[in-house]
């Protein structure tokens, strides 16, 4: 990466990229800080899965905050169950909002196992019909008890086999919320957007170049490449760092 703060999500860097799922972490990804040898071994093993469950409630005004009212407001909402992701809230306008976990940063994140990391995201139509189903598979692994090793073994298996769709053309996400908690380094991070497409360099969308506002993260995240570019509200409107 060029020189830049990494903020761990995503998830989720100055210029700094965030996949966060998250992922975001979502992808998003999730935004990535760098982390000390303390850190990942705090997270070197998945918490009980209660610590990333959230009240319904909660959980789906979060999800509605990753993107500006007149968006969220009309999406349909998942929320996390102990059986996996379910839809809360019926949409009329085709974007999908939820809040991803940690299991959404890059596989070799050492926050990939922080049960306090949350990363609201909206996803628009064509990426709901694609890259919504990255957040799904890999949460399906994670409640099937697969360690983070197994998990990117199987989703380069399923990429291979054609099992999970390439990106849509199109294909973007909002992680505008002031309430993103995207690293225990970096905290709410920047309010951005992000574009999903199959892998390409970053040279292709001069992303990470000197005054460029586009940004890539280059590590590990084997379903897609993910631009993302900072915004300079949060979506309720109030300014963003």
């Known amino acids: 990466m060029k020189t830049r703060h990494r903020n761990p999500w995503t998830h989720r860097y100055a210029p700094a990229a965030v996949l966060c799922a998250l992922s ?3 992808a998003a990804a999730t935004p990535l800080a760098s982390s000390t040898g303390s850190d990942a071994a705090a997270y070197a093993r998945m918490a009980p ?7 319904p409630g909660a959980e789906t005004a979060l999800a509605r905050s990753a993107a500006p009212a007149a968006i969220s407001a009309k999406a349909t909402i998942l929320t996390l169950k102990p059986q996996g992701y379910t839809t809360a809230v019926f949409g009329t ?30 996803y628009n139509p064509e ?21 983070r090793e197994k998990m ?3 989703v380069r ?16 996400s909002f992680m505008m919320s002031k309430d993103q908690y995207l690293s225990d380094n970096g ?10 497409v199959p892998k390409v360099p970053a040279a292709s969308w001069g992303a990470n170049f000197p005054g460029s506002p586009v940004m890539l993260d280059d590590r590990e995240v084997p379903e897609e490449t993910i631009f993302m570019v900072t915004v300079a509200h949060w979506s309720d409107g109030t300014e963003a760092p």
């Not at 899965?49 to 009240?55: I, Q, R, V, W």
């Not at 990426?127 to 360690?147: C, D, F, K, N, P």
């Not at 905290?187 to 999903?196: E, I, V, Y």
């Open 24 to 26: 975001g972490f979502a």
């Open 49 to 55: 899965l209660d610590d990333y469950l959230m009240e």
């Open 93 to 122: 306008n085709g974007f999908t909002c939820l809040v991803e976990r940690s299991w959404m940063s890059p596989f070799n994140s050492p926050e990939f196992w922080n049960p306090k990391l949350r990363g609201p995201v909206c």
């Open 127 to 147: 990426a709901s019909s694609s890259i919504l189903a990255y957040t799904l598979r890999r949460t399906e692994l994670v409640l099937a008890g697969h360690s």
């Open 152 to 154: 990117l073994e199987e």
């Open 157 to 172: 298996a399923a990429l291979a086999h054609n099992e999970l769709p390439s990106p849509k053309p199109g294909a973007m």
């Open 187 to 196: 905290g709410h991070w920047h309010s951005h957007l992000m574009f999903h």
